[in-house]
């Protein structure tokens, strides 16, 4: 027989027990549901932020063939083939353009489908020379006007995506510009994130990765279908294409050693494309279950306190206080440690989606300064003329002479309304839009283009020759005439910082259906290197110069149907010609 006390004991030992286990099993789900759920929330901003990182490296390739499609030299190479001298030197553009651009190449195909340059002509894999009419891009651009395809490339072996342009010309296409984008710098930049990024088309082949051995594999075996059109196009060469090995099963994935992962997708970059970001759960799952069993061994330990208190009641109380003392003490003690732990964890997740954030304020500030440089020049005269109208208008105030400040403020007026103009047009430009155009009074430009240089001039004490009243109308947007006269202007007022007798003249021709505007001045005119490479962007011969400023008033005058270039300058120095069509 057992003494009168035992089966009360053994009855509470058993309850504690169990009721233990029942607390352990809910604890370990909720913990490691939360886990994965914080895991997955990390992963979910990685992949979106590695996503725009990609974005945004195809759209700025996205511009070259756009950009290039304005090189004269271009057509000239496209229409007169390799050996030309318009080939050579589109190759030497090319060339330097890629280097800037950080482009691996950029080529030039004719119609027949015949590389006539590109910039690793001077290189040991020219493609000068080679047939691509087979490439989809070449077929698909010629057909479209646009493509991108991602393929091994057939020289170089080396895995990228190709964006070709057509080329058209008077009597029909004339070929295909293409710049070839590699993705080696952006997967050396995710892999400082952690955990594991696959970049895969829509057929799940992985086309870049954080780890070299995954790509160019498949997430899933294709069909023969599949297979036999891939080999067809040859757009992986002779690459077997086999599995990388992960076993997907939702967004539980195992990877070829063994490890748990879990699965982030988000599209990425091209139709069809999408971004998957594997991260390891391990110690997540670990750091769950350790707080699983340290929240159930404070409930044992709570349990085993009321099943103390239980026995106390039929014990004696001397005896039952004293084990309750000693449990409350062991129960604070293992809360503290508890509390102490999961306040280190908050503090550690915090720092770190407060360092995730400053990475993500950097990028916003750079791709924001990168605007802000091409505004700023834009905005910097209107704004100078603006701040010398408020200091006559203050003058003229304290004179009481009212009239003179009413004329004063309605002219800066007239300016911040033009600013918002100029910067509108400018985000236009930026999205390469094509704006609004009409008949314009010459007159007017030239009167707001006086307006906005004057005080620049009389402070640099450089002598400007106005065309006389009466010019003809012409086809263009006022705003935008006046911001290429004044970047003309500005350009030569420049170039005669130092001179002895400064001048710069604007002067009207009109022939036929065309009229002419041309700024001159005496200065030390063009460096010959540099030629039409000034209308490049970044390429300047000013050591504090941008380069943007000639770009964007070629592209405005070719947006009016009309034509920017470096004529000879009747004054001795350098001289650019704006043909615009008359209204």
């Known amino acids: 027989m057992f003494p009168p006390r035992r089966p009360g004991l053994l009855l509470a030992a058993l309850a504690v027990v169990l009721l233990g286990a029942l607390f352990y099993l809910a604890a370990a789900h909720v913990t490691r549901q939360r886990a994965l759920d914080r895991v997955e929330d990390e992963a979910l901003r990685t992949a979106r932020q590695q996503a725009r990182l990609i974005d945004s490296e195809l759209a700025k390739f996205r511009l070259l063939p756009i950009v290039l499609s304005e090189y004269g030299d271009l057509r000239d190479a496209l229409v007169q083939g390799a050996a030309s001298r318009a080939a050579t030197r589109l190759d030497d553009k090319l060339a330097s353009l890629a280097r800037r651009t950080g482009a691996p190449v950029i080529y030039a195909i004719d119609s027949r489908g015949l590389t006539v340059s590109a910039s690793n002509a001077a290189g040991a894999q020219s493609f000068v020379g080679h047939d691509y009419r087979f490439r989809p891009y070449f077929q698909q651009a010629m057909r479209d006007g646009a493509a991108e395809h991602f393929a091994l490339g057939n020289v170089s072996g080396r895995p990228g995506l190709f964006m070709a342009r057509r080329i058209d010309g008077g009597a029909g296409p004339l070929g295909v510009v293409v710049v070839k984008v590699e993705f080696d710098a952006i997967t050396r930049a995710w892999a400082n994130d952690p955990g594991e990024t696959l970049l895969a088309d829509e057929r799940g082949i992985v086309l870049a990765a954080t780890d070299p051995r995954a790509a160019l594999h498949v997430l899933a075996p294709l069909p023969p279908a599949t297979l036999a059109a891939i080999r067809r196009t040859g757009q992986f060469l002779d690459r077997p294409l086999a599995p990388t090995g992960y076993r997907f099963t939702g967004r539980d994935v195992t990877a070829p050693g063994g490890a748990p992962l879990r699965l982030t997708t988000v599209p ?316």
């Not at 391990?282 to 707080?291: G, Y």
């Not at 490479?533 to 011969?541: D, L, Q, R």
């Open 268 to 583: 990425a970059a091209h139709p069809g494309w999408r971004l998957l970001h594997l991260v390891p759960v391990t110690r997540a799952l670990r750091d769950a279950a350790n707080l699983a069993r340290l929240a159930t061994a404070t409930a044992v330990l709570l349990l085993a306190l009321v099943a103390a208190l239980w026995l106390w009641r039929t014990s004696r109380v001397a005896r039952a206080a004293a084990d309750r003392a000693r449990l409350e003490q062991a129960v604070a003690a293992r809360t503290a440690e508890l509390s102490a732990a999961m306040a280190r964890r908050e503090d550690a997740d915090r720092r770190f989606r407060a360092a995730r954030e400053e990475l993500a304020q950097a990028n916003r500030l750079a791709s924001l300064g990168s605007i802000t440089a091409g505004l700023a020049h834009e905005i910097n005269q209107p704004v100078a003329t603006i701040r010398t109208l408020a200091e006559n208008a203050r003058h003229h105030l304290a004179q009481q002479r009212t009239e003179r400040v009413a004329a004063s403020l309605d002219s800066a007026v007239a300016l911040t309304e033009r600013i918002g103009t100029i910067t509108q047009e400018m985000r236009r430009f930026a999205r390469r839009g094509s704006g609004t155009a009409g008949p314009i009074a010459l007159d007017d430009v030239i009167d707001g283009t006086r307006l906005l240089v004057g005080d620049r001039l009389r402070a640099a004490r450089v002598a400007l020759d106005w065309p006389p009243p009466g010019q003809p109308s012409v086809f263009a947007g006022r705003v935008r005439l006046e911001q290429v006269l004044v970047n003309l202007i500005n350009n030569a007022v420049d170039a005669l910082a130092g001179r002895t007798d400064p001048r710069v003249a604007l002067t009207v021709t009109t022939r036929e259906e065309w009229v002419e505007l041309t700024v001159a001045d005496n200065g030390p005119g063009i460096d010959p290197a540099l030629g039409d490479e000034v209308f490049s962007p970044f390429v300047t011969g000013r050591p504090d110069g941008l380069g943007l400023g000639l770009g964007i008033a070629r592209d405005i005058i070719a947006q009016f149907d009309g034509a920017l270039r470096i004529v000879p300058s009747p004054l001795g120095g350098a001289a650019f010609r704006a043909t615009v069509r008359r209204a």
